[in-house]
């Protein structure tokens, strides 16, 4: 079963130390259709290693597949050689860190204090582990470039075999999960509600514009539906 | 001199082992200027961070001043904590990485290999230390508020005694620093030109919508230019 289990989407993910907040607790949530909603809104994560002690936060794309998450990149890039070190897979893998952020609004509060931000936002803790199996890495490679843009992996051509010996593939299993939520207007104080400052939220969103062709794409092939779509 | 040297932004930052990549070496720079500019276009980091040998990246506002980069918290979180224990103090600052990425466009390739991000992106390595100094505090704070949304730290009440008890502020210096921009159309192998699939850019930018106003905010009060230009 390469795609993960898929479980029963109504059990939460269990709470560890290092998912359970010291503050702001009311805006944690271990369920697991609100963390698969956010992380498939996206593409864009953040993934932290540790290189020499310190910690390394690099931006790369990833997709989900039922309980695994995928990323990947060259094989001569470091945190993918790290997590392809025989004694890290003894080990169980590469400790990382992978966060996905979605901004959906500036918060603007009567107090500098109170301003705040409406997100949501995914934390993954686990260890990476390089996919070796070719069937696993053909169906996680088809879906890092569907979660960018759904409906593309069958619009080009697949991997030849020295692309895919130059690319490695990294698994996360969504195991220790949290994702935290902060939505709606600001908190204020009520002895501030008098004060003359403007208060509410300035929604944002990332808007897609108009498909630029490339220089050498041909005349006469148009842009496909999946794109003009979005 | 609080907000950090002005500094000669024509030298650029000096390339350290962790900040030369193992690949795709011409899409990083240490140039000054455009670090600058790629981090005073976005108010979102991914900040990096070791708990337990283990890797922790938390999304977190940031601003920076001159060659600081402050982030803020409250003095409870689990981050700022850890940066204020004497025996981080002694040994110059918790070890960081800060991450700012803006993607600018979806690159669409004929070949599934060549799929890439229109991207920039900057990655801090350094050491975090609590702001004790109160005027920084203040500085920091107002900076935090207007990297945001300029115009609004003079816009809003400032912080009382209470609130700034409850508010920690960590700066990590600018010195180990780069930038990795990738710009343009995909680069296809010359013998897949003639495939049938479109290729190109789909162009991506965060939008801000119209200003909701708080379900508390008094009648009569107008939305500010500084939202309205947005």
Same mark, same amino acid.
């Given at each position: 079963?390469?795609?993960?289990?898929?479980?029963?989407?109504?059990?939460?993910? #269990?709470?560890?130390?290092?998912?359970?907040?010291?503050?702001?607790?009311?805006?944690?949530?271990?369920?697991? &259709?609100?963390?698969?909603?956010?992380?498939?809104?996206?593409?864009?994560?953040?993934?932290?290693?540790?290189?020499?002690?310190?910690?390394?936060?690099?931006?790369?794309?990833?997709?989900?597949?039922?309980?695994?998450?995928?990323?990947?990149?060259?094989? =001569?890039?470091? *945190?993918?050689?790290?997590?392809?070190?025989?004694?890290?897979?003894?080990?169980?893998?590469? *400790? #990382?860190?992978?966060?996905?952020?979605? #901004?959906?609004?500036? #918060?603007? /509060?009567?107090? @500098?204090?109170?301003?705040?931000?409406?997100?949501?936002?995914?934390?993954?803790?686990?260890?990476?582990?390089?996919?070796?199996?070719?069937?696993?890495?053909?169906? @996680?490679?088809?879906?890092?470039?569907?979660?960018?843009?759904?409906?593309?992996? /069958?619009?080009?051509?697949?991997?030849?075999?020295? &692309?895919?010996? @130059?690319?490695?593939?990294?698994?996360?299993?969504?195991? &220790?999960?949290?994702?935290?939520?902060?939505? =709606?207007? *600001?908190?204020?104080?009520?002895?501030?509600?008098?004060?003359?400052?403007?208060?509410?939220?300035?929604?944002? /969103?990332?808007?897609?514009?108009? *498909?630029?062709?490339?220089?050498?794409?041909?005349?006469?092939?148009?842009?496909?539906?999946?794109?003009? @779509?979005?």
């Amino acid at each position: 079963m390469f795609m993960g289990s898929p479980g029963d989407t109504t059990t939460p993910y #269990v709470p560890t130390p290092r998912t359970t907040p010291t503050r702001a607790r009311e805006r944690v949530s271990y369920d697991r &259709e609100l963390v698969h909603s956010v992380l498939d809104a996206g593409y864009l994560c953040h993934l932290g290693f540790v290189r020499d002690g310190a910690p390394v936060v690099l931006p790369t794309l990833y997709a989900r597949a039922g309980e695994r998450l995928y990323v990947h990149g060259s094989t =001569g890039s470091r *945190p993918l050689r790290d997590a392809g070190r025989p004694e890290v897979r003894a080990d169980g893998g590469m *400790p #990382v860190c992978v966060t996905v952020t979605h #901004v959906d609004g500036l #918060v603007l /509060a009567k107090s @500098a204090f109170h301003h705040s931000v409406n997100y949501r936002s995914v934390v993954v803790h686990g260890r990476a582990v390089q996919v070796t199996d070719h069937e696993e890495r053909l169906l @996680a490679l088809d879906a890092l470039v569907d979660n960018v843009v759904p409906g593309r992996a /069958a619009d080009s051509r697949p991997a030849d075999a020295r &692309e895919l010996a @130059a690319t490695a593939v990294l698994r996360v299993e969504l195991a &220790e999960v949290s994702v935290k939520v902060r939505t =709606g207007g *600001p908190k204020d104080e009520p002895e501030d509600l008098g004060l003359p400052h403007w208060s509410g939220v300035l929604p944002v /969103a990332p808007v897609y514009g108009t *498909p630029v062709p490339a220089d050498d794409l041909a005349p006469g092939i148009p842009v496909p539906g999946y794109l003009t @779509a979005r």
